[in-house]
């Protein structure tokens, strides 16, 4: 599977936008919290331990700007940060596979970010992180039905490249991909990351950067 080709103005538009600022703004734990829809969304999404955190971190170059739960599926807020002095929102949403927390705690949670990824007018496109070493799971099929049904664009990030043979990374991404082709909204260029080692990142900020018009 071939990597997503881009243009070195298109990378450097990446660096640029997440060389500036990268702030936490707030968590919000209900909808009535949500800051107002005045620019560009994309939200980061996956299971719990699948890397967010640590792929946010890399995209910012800021160590600690996103912090992991010692406790999977402890985060029970959307954290909201602001990218490039007001350019863009980025989101960080709650786990899925929720840890050692009640039946109704999980169901508020799921219902906060069910409401938010159906109405946000903002939100321009879902990266939906999964874990090179396992593939699509059930919660994450269970996350593209529900951005399907609700027509949000959304794109598959493969994370810790680094931890598994390359020809097995990209078998899974072929797979991923053949399995997206069923789906309306999906995008159809499966990424390959790893915050560790780098790999990836350019292109991902680049792909963010090319929603926005020029600075």
């Known amino acids: 599977m071939e ?10 538009a990446g660096r640029l936008l997440f060389s500036g600022s990268a702030e936490f703004v707030m968590g919000v734990v209900d909808l009535a919290g949500l800051p107002p829809a ?23 170059a800021r160590a600690k700007l996103a912090r992991a739960s010692t406790e999977p599926g402890r985060t029970r807020e959307l954290n909201y940060f602001d990218i490039g002095e007001g350019r863009l929102f980025l989101v960080d949403l709650p786990g899925f596979g929720y840890a050692q927390v009640s039946k109704t705690q999980v169901a508020a949670w799921q ?21 090179s070493r396992r593939g699509l799971m059930e919660t994450d099929t269970e996350i593209m039905d529900l951005l399907d049904s609700a027509a949000v664009n959304y794109q598959i990030i493969l994370t810790k490249t680094d931890k598994v043979p390359k020809p097995e990374v990209e078998t899974t991404a072929a797979a991923v991909a053949a399995r997206l082709k069923k ?24 792909e963010i950067a090319a929603f926005l018009p020029p600075a």
């Open 3 to 12: 990597a997503p080709s881009f243009s070195d103005d298109q990378i450097e």
């Open 38 to 60: 005045d620019r560009l969304e994309v939200c980061f999404a996956g299971r719990s331990n699948v890397g967010k955190s640590s792929l946010i971190n890399a995209l910012t």
């Open 111 to 131: 219902k906060l970010i069910k409401s938010y990824l159906r109405g946000r007018p903002s939100l321009r496109r879902v990266f939906l992180l999964v874990d």
């Open 183 to 206: 789906r309306g909204a999906a995008h159809p260029v499966v990424l390959q990351t790893s915050s560790e080692k780098g790999w990836g990142i350019a292109e991902l900020r680049a």
